[in-house]
């Protein structure tokens, strides 16, 4: 192993961590047999460290314009041309806010509309099971499937490694390669339609190879990313907007003036069909959705012009502006999105009910606290019976570099209003308790294999950074908070563990608002053994 020895390892400083990895997975695994966890371990090996991301950022970007052209050359490696994909029928959505669950209703509602079709879902992130990201017919595809699909791509990828651009990397990075072997596990199972979600912005993400979509859609392009992400909102548009394909249907939601500017300008510089813009129906208004949420609505709008749109250009409907088919009411009925805006009953602990949201911007988060702070979810039908009856936990974690002041003064505003819109206490405190913990998922300090990142600085996670600050700004917010109410811990389970101490303690039944990160909610669903439950409810 002489090109690891310390006298050549200054010359590889600047080589991923993951290209050291490749030779010793490919020599000791060929041996025995390959299990999910080698799959995961190998895939885990391919993300980017806090450093790596930072310089991204700190670049602009700049190394864009590369992606397609680097995502294109991944897949021949694969053995497929770029042509080959448009035999998935695919739906693309793109958007800042709700794409997820925009995808998740169309899925949903195809399922329904045609019940012999075999139907692909790729998302992201997950929850709990990298596998979750890939989907047929609404079930993630099993350990044995996603390990059967992995290493073929690994081995195909690592078998042809010699990159024709110097500027492409050996192997694709974490999300890359997934995007890869989405495209393969359903050209492989020959689905019949596939809804894809973009995984960042929409002209250079790796889901954007596709030559002939079947429609696309953009869902609502959220003014607070223009600070997190720092870009303009006409930037954000015109990224979201390179989705658009000639003589594809185009398809958008209400959006900001500016940025609709840019939306209708990219849809004829790029030629696409037809842009319609969808409003809010009122047949979709009126429904009991499967995901809760007047924000919702929207995105149940927009799934249901997909899914028409998508089934028109294939002849297979016909359709009615008058009505909503009994298919589709259906599949908005029965709906699900699991870690958005997601009530979970305990199964284990007898009065907690967590209440799971992965909002992560201030408009998401101030749709979290709409439907958290109403009466039927945190709060009782009658006011008077809101004394005290229950204990309010909120458990909070957000991404390094976003605001958290700024989300938890969110979340205390929110909740004022929606306290006197319902004529409840606004002076009381809202929350009894608030835990700020890492997201690393176990009290030994290791994540489960699936949540493993390395996207957040081992000196943040050492000494507790983000969550520090949170609680100092939490104090600053509310000075009379009691501070030994305010819990900054370094794990998930050590957070679960808390609320246990909580309960052994009292009769009350305790709400546990869990949100500020989708990986925090896979965590607290994971650490306190509600996947039974909360993934398929």
Request: overall charge neutral; hydrophobic content about 40%; some cysteine.
């Amino acid at each position: 192993m002489l090109w690891l020895s310390r006298k050549s390892a200054p010359s590889l400083r600047s080589i991923p961590f993951h290209q050291f990895l490749l030779p010793i997975f490919s020599l000791t695994r060929y041996m025995s047999t390959r299990t999910y966890q080698d799959a995961v371990e190998h895939l885990n090996s391919l993300q980017s460290n806090a450093a790596s991301l930072e310089a991204v950022r700190a670049s602009g970007g700049r190394s864009s314009q590369f992606a397609i052209p680097e995502m294109i050359e991944y897949l021949e490696r694969v053995g497929y041309q770029p042509h080959a994909l448009n035999s998935l029928n695919v739906i693309h959505i793109t958007g800042t806010k709700g794409k997820g669950s925009t995808s998740a209703f169309t899925d949903s509602i195809l399922r329904n509309a045609q019940p012999g079709w075999k139907i692909g879902l790729y998302t992201s992130p997950h929850l709990v099971a990298v596998r979750e990201r890939i989907r047929i017919n609404g079930a993630p595809v099993s350990e044995e499937i996603f390990t059967k699909y992995f290493f073929e791509v690994w081995d195909k990828l690592f078998a042809n490694n010699l990159p024709k651009a110097p500027t492409t990397p050996p192997m694709p990075g974490y999300f890359r390669f997934l995007t890869l072997m989405a495209y393969h596990v359903f050209l492989k199972e020959r689905v019949d339609a596939t809804i894809l979600e973009v995984g960042v912005g929409g002209t250079y993400d790796s889901t954007n190879i596709v030559p002939r979509p079947i429609v696309t859609g953009i869902t609502a392009l959220g003014i607070d990313h223009v600070a997190v992400l720092g870009k303009t909102i006409e930037e954000i548009a015109w990224q979201k907007s390179g989705i658009y394909k000639e003589g594809v249907p185009a398809l958008t939601v209400v959006q900001p003036q500016n940025a609709m500017q840019v939306i209708e300008s990219r849809a004829k510089e790029l030629k696409a069909k037809d842009l319609k813009v969808v409003s809010e129906t009122t047949y979709v208004a009126g429904l009991p959705l499967g995901l809760a949420g007047g924000h919702q609505v929207q995105n149940a709008s927009l799934a249901v012009e997909l899914a028409h749109t998508f089934l028109d250009e294939r002849s297979k409907h016909d359709r009615s502006e008058t009505y909503l088919p009994d298919s589709f009411r259906e599949g908005l009925i029965s709906a699900k999105w699991p870690g958005r805006c997601q009530s979970v009953p305990d199964p284990r602990r007898s009065g907690i009910t967590w209440f799971l949201d992965g909002a992560h911007t201030l408009e998401s988060l101030d749709c979290c606290m709409q439907w958290f702070v109403t009466p039927g979810t945190a709060l009782s039908e009658q006011p008077y019976k809101d004394s005290k009856v229950v204990r309010r936990v909120l458990i909070f974690n957000c991404t390094s570099g976003r605001s958290g002041s700024g989300f938890l003064r969110q979340i205390r505003e929110t909740a004022r209003l929606r306290l006197s819109l319902y004529k409840r206490d606004i002076d009381a405190e809202f929350f009894d308790h608030v835990i700020f913990c890492t997201n690393v998922t176990y009290a030994d300090g290791h994540f489960k294999g699936d949540l493993t990142t390395k996207a957040i600085a081992d000196d943040d996670l050492a000494h507790l950074t983000t969550q520090k600050a949170l609680a100092t700004a939490w104090i600053e917010l509310s000075p009379s908070f009691s501070s030994s109410n305010i819990h900054v811990l370094p794990s998930v389970e050590h957070a679960v563990r808390t609320l246990e101490v909580f309960q052994d303690n009292s009769d009350i039944p305790v709400q546990v608002l869990v949100t500020g990160s989708l990986h925090l909610v896979g965590g607290v669903i994971e650490a306190a053994g509600l996947s039974d439950v909360a993934l398929t409810s």
